[in-house]
């Protein structure tokens, strides 16, 4: 009798647990659904109608047999937004691009936020917080990353450095090294910014804080309101004041193109190529109890005065199409 006792209470736990993980989807969907909701910069949602994109989304639910599946209908829904910046990572990937930055916690109130959907219409409670997902996804390799690899060269004493990305951590700290290493021999220094999509306020301030200090930026947000961003550090000798050329062209977007207009305005760096996209959306990232991040992009990226990149983009000192390295090392040799 105690066997078949026991045996009846572990089945009930079981099936306690089982009912109780989509509700757990379920409330997770939502948080991330109504981040959007409450936090995007476009009231219009880039034209999507995110009322009708919730619904189609908690229409799935039944279909999550994980939380590694959830993460990718998440991701899928942030898709349908068409934005190059809104993304959403799983804990894996949130550990492996932001390696442990601080983030915003939700801007919820416990309980505010209950799980709509098919498994649970109406539940009265938040459930308890998930199990960090599962690894279904494997760590992204080294050899192949989601952007291209940063890179540095030491060329007629000029460090060129290209700096792919804002989200990746590692090729900041790479730029770092490299002036580190670098700056008692060097004349100046190239940036390359072509081609890089943007990324992170906190990676953008940490850059410009390399080559100058002070507060550069404004964040125009919804939801947070209008902020003054410094570089990271505020006070103190940047890494270096040797001469800077900045490269530019119409593919930099977003931080990237903060970092490029910062060092302009405070004439600290000397930029040659082509306009910016002109698409400065400020990706501030959302954290969630297990460690998946939402990044969303919550407002735009101003000078601290002045009007906004957003729809104009950062204008070059010397606008050059072929070849502006080579502009860039004939600048600074003329600086010797």
């Given at each position: 009798m105690r066997g078949a006792t026991l045996r009846w209470l572990a089945l009930g736990l079981l099936l306690g647990s089982a009912l109780a993980q989509p509700d757990g989807y379920a409330l997770r969907l939502e948080q991330a659904w109504r981040l959007v909701q409450e936090r995007y910069w476009d009231s219009a949602y880039n034209g999507v109608d995110w009322g009708a994109v919730g619904a189609k989304y908690r229409a799935r639910l039944p279909e999550v047999q994980s939380w590694g599946e959830l993460y990718g209908l998440i991701t899928a829904m942030y898709d349908e937004l068409d934005d190059q910046h809104t993304r959403f990572l799983s804990p894996e990937e949130a550990r492996y691009y932001l390696e442990g930055m601080q983030c915003y916690p939700l801007p919820f109130k416990e309980g505010e936020v209950t799980a709509r959907g098919p498994s649970s219409p109406s539940a009265p409670q938040a459930p308890p917080a998930p199990k960090p997902a599962p690894r279904e996804k494997p760590r992204p390799s080294p050899e192949k990353p989601a952007f291209p690899p940063s890179s540095v060269e030491f060329k007629d004493r000029v460090v060129v450095f290209r700096l792919s990305d804002l989200v990746d951590g590692s090729g900041v700290q790479l730029l770092r090294r490299a002036i580190e290493r670098y700056d008692a021999q060097a004349i100046g220094?190239?940036?390359?910014?072509?081609?890089?999509?943007?990324?992170?306020?906190?990676?953008?301030?940490?850059?410009?804080?390399?080559?100058?200090?002070?507060?550069?930026?404004?964040?125009?947000?919804?939801?947070?309101?209008?902020?003054?961003?410094?570089?990271?550090?505020?006070?103190?000798?940047?890494?270096?004041?040797?001469?800077?050329?900045?490269?530019?062209?119409?593919?930099?977007?977003?931080?990237?193109?903060?970092?490029?207009?910062?060092?302009?305005?405070?004439?600290?760096?000397?930029?040659?190529?082509?306009?910016?996209?002109?698409?400065?959306?400020?990706?501030?990232?959302?954290?969630?109890?297990?460690?998946?991040?939402?990044?969303?992009?919550?407002?735009?990226?101003?000078?601290?005065?002045?009007?906004?990149?957003?729809?104009?983009?950062?204008?070059?000192?010397?606008?050059?199409?072929?070849?502006?390295?080579?502009?860039?090392?004939?600048?600074?040799?003329?600086?010797?």
């Open positions: 220094y190239v940036l390359d910014l072509r081609g890089n999509p943007g990324g992170l306020a906190v990676r953008m301030a940490e850059v410009a804080g390399y080559f100058m200090r002070g507060v550069p930026w404004r964040m125009v947000t919804k939801g947070l309101g209008v902020a003054p961003l410094p570089t990271t550090p505020l006070f103190g000798q940047p890494l270096t004041q040797k001469p800077l050329v900045v490269l530019i062209d119409g593919e930099v977007n977003s931080a990237a193109e903060g970092l490029a207009g910062a060092l302009k305005n405070a004439r600290r760096a000397y930029l040659i190529g082509t306009r910016t996209a002109g698409n400065t959306e400020l990706l501030l990232p959302y954290c969630f109890p297990d460690g998946a991040v939402a990044l969303v992009a919550s407002g735009v990226l101003a000078p601290f005065n002045g009007p906004t990149w957003e729809g104009r983009g950062v204008e070059p000192d010397q606008v050059v199409e072929k070849d502006p390295l080579a502009a860039a090392l004939e600048y600074l040799k003329r600086l010797r």
